[in-house]
């Protein structure tokens, strides 16, 4: 293959995954509300952070962002655990996967409410009973 045949390759090939979010470098975010009237425990990790337990009073936000890997497999699951309503453990952020994506956004934001957990006012994953 001519070398600018793989280089125009790749442009398109980046082209495409900047259409539908962003590039693979970009910075992403996750932003958690807690829309309950109890304490919510949240843990969430990647393969490469771990950003210890955060302890939400009700109403109150929790956010962080990060840079993807080169390849945009970046994936941040977060664990959550509420008196009353159980457990959950809910992928925040799958990368640049959309086929499998529940919700595709850059900046993630989610609602944790007494039905579940909405992304972006999409309710997508429920509670799992204690």
């Known amino acids: 293959m001519a070398p600018n045949l793989g280089i125009m390759m790749l442009c398109i090939f980046m082209l495409g995954i900047g259409g539908v979010a962003s590039w693979p470098w970009d910075k992403g975010s996750v932003t958690i509300n807690n829309r309950l009237t109890v304490n919510l425990k949240v843990f969430c990790h990647s393969a490469e952070d771990d950003l210890a337990v955060q302890m939400m009073t009700p109403s109150s936000v929790y956010k962080f962002s990060f840079r993807q890997d080169i390849f945009g497999r970046t994936l941040f699951t977060c664990d ?13 952020w799958e990368g640049f996967d959309y086929s499998s994506r529940r919700c595709v956004c850059t900046r993630c934001t989610w609602d944790v409410t007494g039905g579940g957990f909405g ?8 509670w799992s009973p204690a």
């Open 80 to 92: 959550f655990n509420a008196v009353g309503y159980g457990y959950a453990g809910i992928k925040v």
């Open 119 to 126: 992304c972006n006012g999409k309710l997508i994953y429920a």
